[in-house]
């Protein structure tokens, strides 16, 4: 099948969305499409993406740029000259009609998660659309409405039940189109479970964004109740880094900084343990909104992929794939001393540590390998 995928991500950048869906048309990719992903253009040269994202079945990438064609253009510039002009949605409405449609001639199936860009679908096209987030303003409700209702609409993923409820109340006339897939993630094949809890517990870790609500200073908590510990943190943008470490940052944190997507293996071999300290509330990119109820982080998956024990905020979206004693350590989010507690429990407990571990894997494999996730998809259609 020839599948044509539009995302609003970068290539390459920093977002977690990138990584999703390069990983999502690797997925599709190995599973025989022919795939085409149409991005923005980002930092480095075509031919890096596949090496930064470690993507190993070829599919084609098609970056665009809208602040450079048409009436599209003409509005960027206004919003940059007029920061005041609320332009929205506009310009990618415009491109997409413009120089997106006559791309999709060939698709069998157009795959989104750029609400922006759909509306340029002629009307027969076949399409799933996946929503991490619920629409955001009058406009985007309007769209995905008129959208979903399409009988060209194969389905209109969401990444968590608590997603599907908010999306069936939202439009309830739709309910039979709602997907639910949770995040996934990588098999990385890493070394033996049992041979890594054999060694001394000491590197703890954390990867990803350092935005409001990730829980950075419970980890700064905990690296000063638990000074013979060391934890790394491997992500967030070098003005962010710093401005932790000017806040007083304890020397047993060390901050990697973001690190291409292939380069994560060897932080997740050092690691002993893993957190996952949300908040009640938490912000995405420009520390805005709050994705809190209804989330499905990677981090997660990423973490059960490694066979790591997992010690996670006690959150009930979390709680549709994680377990309290099971597969993870569920905690009070914004409590430091029960973090605190639960790594000095692994820290003297191997057999729970290896207990965990061992079952995140197994629900890992089960159920979360982003082919897993690919096949659940497409076998609607």
């Known amino acids: 099948m020839r599948i044509h995928y539009l995302s609003r991500s970068t290539l390459i950048s920093d ?29 480095g040269k075509p031919q890096d993406i596949p090496l930064y994202y470690d993507t190993k079945h070829p599919f084609s990438i098609h970056l665009h740029d809208e602040h450079k064609s048409g009436l599209s253009k003409h509005l960027w510039s206004l919003r940059a000259a007029l920061p005041f002009v609320k332009v929205g949605g506009l310009p990618s409405l415009l491109y997409a009609w413009k120089s997106l449609r006559p791309l999709l001639k060939d698709a069998d199936l157009v795959f989104s998660r750029n609400i922006y860009w759909m509306p ?30 399409r009988a060209s609409c194969r389905g209109v993923v969401v990444i968590s039940d608590k997603m599907r409820e908010i999306y069936e109340t939202l439009f309830p006339d739709c309910k039979e189109k709602f997907i639910v897939a949770h995040d996934g993630a990588d098999d990385p094949h890493p070394e033996n479970t049992e041979e890594r809890h054999a060694r001394p517990f000491k590197n703890i870790g954390y990867v990803g964004q350092l935005y409001k609500g990730r829980g950075i200073e419970i980890i700064m908590d905990c690296a000063k109740a638990l000074p013979d510990l060391s934890f790394h943190i491997v992500g967030g943008r070098p003005e962010m880094i710093e401005n932790y470490k000017q806040d007083g940052a304890p020397q047993n944190i060390i901050f990697h900084g973001h690190q291409p997507h292939a380069k994560l293996p060897e932080f997740y071999n050092s690691f002993d343990c893993v957190l996952a300290p949300y908040q009640r509330k938490v912000s995405v990119a420009g520390d805005a909104g709050d994705t809190s109820t209804f989330m499905s982080p990677l981090k997660i998956f990423e973490y059960m992929s490694w066979g790591l024990p997992i010690i996670c905020s006690d959150m ?15 905690v009070e989010p914004d409590c430091s001393e029960e973090w605190t507690r639960a790594l000095t429990k692994l820290e003297q407990d191997k057999a729970t540590r290896l207990n965990i571990s061992q079952n995140a894997k197994a629900d890992f494999m089960a159920h979360y390998t982003w082919q897993k996730r690919a096949r659940k998809i497409l076998g609607r259609i």
């Open 15 to 43: 977002s977690a969305n990138a990584v999703h869906v390069m990983k999502m048309c690797n997925a599709m990719a190995s599973l025989g499409h022919d795939v085409t992903l149409h991005g923005y253009k980002g930092e």
């Open 316 to 330: 009930p979206v979390l709680r549709e794939v994680l377990q309290g004693g099971e597969n993870a350590l569920m």
């Open 120 to 149: 340029a679908l002629p009307k027969d096209q076949g399409f799933i659309f996946e929503s991490h987030t619920p629409p955001q303003n009058t406009l985007q409700k309007w769209i995905e409405g008129r959208l979903y209702r």
